[in-house]
């Protein structure tokens, strides 16, 4: 079946400029998240939801970003008035369950560059 | 706050040779293990996974051991292939509100096989 799919897949932006990075979850997925990977690095978590609660945005680096998933399936992550330390990968996750246990599929990420 | 160490990149080997790649962990309560890898070009997949103390995740040759009292998760193949190259972190799952399943990761340990 269709896996967790990001659009778009590269993105680059002039510093202040708005972007919105969409996340297409795999069907039927109840939890979503999204991370931040800075190069050479891990990833680093943002925010989450179930379904279209969003239960923790701890991990928002800053009031300039924004997360929704209205229906409780795509997700989008919006940043406002971009800065040049926001160019990063950002990954979505969606997994059946909320369960510590549970895998969560990975989409293939947005490459952000902000200039 | 929970956090996860890997043993620094980049490692290269030949073909064939034995594979460990260390992973030592600090969390409160009992986390769930993960081993994911990043192929060139590719997004995160799942490797291997370990729920609870003692368990043994095991995928395409790679295995990796819970174990509680060193507090470690490393990966270990015993005869590395070329297609094997890629980056490999290290997870653990990190409860938050209502059993969410955050992920932590290491800083990733890039792995170069030479035929």
């Known amino acids: 079946g269709a896996g967790v799919s990001q659009s778009p897949r590269y993105k680059v932006a002039k510093r202040g400029q708005d972007v919105a990075l969409r996340c297409d979850p795999i069907?039927?997925?109840?939890?979503l998240f999204w991370y931040q990977q800075a190069l050479g690095q891990g990833p680093e978590f943002l925010t989450y939801?179930?379904?279209?609660?969003?239960?923790?945005k701890s991990g928002l680096p800053s009031d300039r970003f924004f997360a929704e998933r209205p229906e409780g399936s795509v997700s989008t992550l919006k940043i406002q008035r971009t800065q040049q330390e926001d160019s990063a990968v950002y990954l979505c996750?969606?997994?059946?369950?909320?369960?510590?246990?549970?895998?969560?599929?990975f989409g293939p990420g947005t490459r952000l560059l902000v200039l | 706050g929970n956090s996860v160490t890997q043993m620094e990149g980049p490692v290269t080997l030949s073909e064939e040779a034995f594979l460990t790649i260390n992973c030592t962990y600090t969390?409160?309560?009992?986390?769930?293990l993960f081993w994911y890898v990043q192929y060139p070009g590719e997004g995160l997949q799942l490797l291997l996974k370990a729920t609870k103390a003692d368990d043994k995740g095991s995928n395409k040759g790679f295995e990796a051991t819970y174990r509680k009292e060193t507090t470690s998760f490393h990966l270990e193949k015993g005869s590395v292939q070329v297609s094997d190259s890629a980056v490999y972190f290290c997870a653990l799952s990190d409860v938050r509100v209502q059993g969410a399943q955050k992920l932590v990761f290491g800083q990733g340990t890039r792995l170069t096989i030479n035929p």
């Open positions: 969390a409160t309560g009992y986390p769930s």
């Open positions: 996750a969606s997994s059946l369950v909320w369960s510590t246990q549970e895998t969560q599929y």
């Open positions: 939801f179930q379904n279209e609660a969003q239960l923790d």
């Open positions: 069907s039927g997925h109840v939890s």
